[in-house]
């Protein structure tokens, strides 16, 4: 696990550096309050009703179907690595398994889970 | 499919791509629109109560400021119906040089729409390549009258002067660039895929629809009817030219834009026309020191690169007039938005907007 | 403490500090860069006045986020508003920590490989960090409690997971060949067997098409299109925090270039470099620098892009997503498999 030691110490320069400029930008930013600044944008109209409305039920359609394929495909991952020890018998096994994934797709797509506007 | 709680939201009056203080109140399913409401009235000055305490050469400077992208049509239909009610016989020098300005405006003002249209659908660099020829024709203007983008242009009866020395050749010189110019454009946008699929059949505007609403110009002429004031009712001896009157077929935003181009060179063709014909002589007819025309009222029409637009003036005989009332062509096609852009995307709203090019100055008035 | 541990922390802090630095460096200079040719593409002259040829720019640019005033507005939902910035930027810069940028230098009397981390799994941690991103945008738009920045956010979301889809199935094509999820690997295999993108030329559009929307680059930069949601995501934020969101969007670009470069332009690889017979250090500067112009390809790439077409519709956007990009992706891995299978790659 040595090896992912550079990491972690990447993840601790990445997470310092936007935290030091914060601070430093709090140090030397002049703040001086408004009570127009501090309104919510709404192209200069005073905002009617809460940004926090139920939102439609197809971006949770997207994130089921994400979750669904994201899967299969990391399924693919190991697969992919391991390919050329597993010769004919993989690839007719992938080809069974991708069958399955595009009839869930064909599905999903005939069901109009596909359909934007 | 499924159906949700639905959203108001303001797009304006401080949005980049309402074209100045338009604000419209959206009511969105998620992306989908159910309504738009325009709500005007940011941008009014009262110019036409104003109007009534100015006299008659007074008023030309505030006509500059209605549709200040296309500053020269509005001055050559305001002093076309003071002339109309006087009864004073343009020359013909200043009828045509009149003809070459105000073409010269609509391609300077198609510009200025196919620049802000194409940024408002994230092709930027389009807008500064507009820009750039757009830049070229007000230098022309401001040769010609020292003003850029409120000319005050015109006179009642004619011209203040007659045209700078070598004027007409740098005229010519544009209209030698312009059609190279224009294929980039086209280049650009013409046959872009994604062009293609963010303006076709999005804001459709049937032609009895466009009629019934009043559209005119441009909007009017992409739903496929042809008609254009410039041959229906010729004014400044616009008879005597030929050209095309591009029409549309799919009544949608990707038609108004081709009509628009195709605008553009008919434009250049006419100006191309009246330069080789340009009639010798005076520039300004005979007009009284104070100009008081007789008692009586009068509507003209004028081609602008928006639409019809009108002028409607009473006179009691006095130097100022009674009533003064524009038809404004950006006013009366914004009533179509609603129509256009219900059961579209948030994204088609901003194509729309573009594509029935509205002046806010105008709207408001 | 253990030498060996303490031998490789010493090393991977001295070449995290220089990738660090060269990052942000370049993320700052792409702004310049991109002004610098956008300006070109438009007839225009750009940034010019800061510095020789406006170089200073990006500096001054720095200097003026800092002392900008920062307004929190009271209707945020304050933590998740405050983090919401530092959570894009930091798996943008984290990603570069697995990258190879060259061979190994002769220093001190021992190899030392140009690249900050050689994982095992370079490709998942890729992955990993990249969806990380989307976490960032989406609290930012919800917390920021206001409509614009919502419906950025939700976009912003629902597009970066769908390109992640055709993104992951493109790679399935390397992985293929290589027969290792570690970078240095595939690179090595190219190096062997000629470059990916020479006969794995549908899974190397779908990559790309698919980076420029996990950056929200032009054609798909939907989540902060202005002149639809003003500014997307980031409407409320400003001062430091909201120049964090560019730095993160900067960032971006130059990892999904260096990826591009590393999965399918043979990553810092040379064509006929060996015959050569350069001594090491002098081949793996030469290999580091072949891999900074295939880079900087991808970068302009991005930039040209970005001034030349429009913008996609949000469903047009999706379409192209799952009903385009998925599909071909899918018949990729085929291909490739029936390729590897007979041998012929």
Known sequence: MVEYAPILIFLGVAALFPAATLVIAWAVRPSRYNK??????????????????RYPIRFYVIAVLFVVFDVETIFLFPWAVKYRALGLFGFAEMVVFLGILVIGFAYAWRKGALEWA | MFRTEEMDINMGPQ??????????????????????????GYLHRGVEKLCEHRTYPMIEPLTDRLDYVA???????????????MGLQVPPRAQYIRVILAELQRIASHLLWLGTHALDLGAMTVYFYTFRERELILDLFEQF??????????????????????????VRHFLGLFPSRQKEYEDLLTVNRIWLGRTRGVGILKADDAVAMGASGPTLRGSGVDYDVRRAQPYSSYEQFEFDVPTGTNCDTYDRYLVRMEEMRQSCRIIRQALDRLPEGEVRAKVPKYIKPPVGEVYHVVESPRGEQGFY????????????????????????????????????????????DIVLGDVDR | MDPVLERVIVEAAVKIALVFFVVLTTVAYMTWVERRVSAWIQDRRGPNRVGPFGLLQPLADGIKFLFKEEITPPHVYRPVYLLAPILILVPALLTISVVPFGPALRLFGRDVPLRV????????????????GVYGIALAGWSSNNKYSLMGGLRSSAQLISYELAMGLAIV????SAGSLRLSDVVARQAEHGWNVLWQLPGFVVFLTAAFAETNRLPFDLPEAETELVAGYHTEYSGMRFSMFYMAEYANMVTASCLAATLYLGGYHVPGLQRLGLPQNAAAIVQLLAFGIKVAFFLFVYVWVR???????????????WKVLLPVALVHIVWVAFIVLMGWA
């Open chain 2, 313 to 356: 003036l009473v006179s009691k005989g006095g130097e100022m007039p009674y009533r003064m009332r524009f038809r404004s062509p950006s006013f009366v096609n914004l009533q179509a938005l609603p129509m256009m852009c219900r059961g579209q995307l948030i994204a088609d709203v901003v194509a729309v907007i573009g594509s029935i």
């Open chain 3, 307 to 321: 001034w030349t077409i429009p913008r996609f519709r949000y469903d047009q956007l999706m379409n192209l997503g």
């Open chain 3, 173 to 176: 094509g390397i992985l293929m």
């Open chain 1, 36 to 53: 127009t600044k501090s309104e919510a944008y709404e192209c200069g109209v005073p905002p009617s009703g809460d940004a926090r409305a």
């Open chain 2, 71 to 85: 500053a020269i049509s509005e001055n050559l239909g305001y002093c076309g119906a003071v002339e109309k009610l």
């Open chain 2, 15 to 40: 949005h980049p791509s309402t074209h100045g203080v338009l604000r419209l109140k959206l009511t969105l399913d998620g992306e989908e629109i159910v309504d738009v409401r325009p709500i005007i």
């Open chain 3, 117 to 132: 981390a050689d994982v095992d799994n370079g490709v998942l941690i890729i992955l990993a960090f990249a969806s990380m």
């Open chain 2, 145 to 170: 009258c020292g003003a850029r983008l409120t000319y005050n242009s015109m006179r009642i009866g004619g011209l203040l002067e007659d045209v700078p020395a070598g004027w007409t050749d740098r």
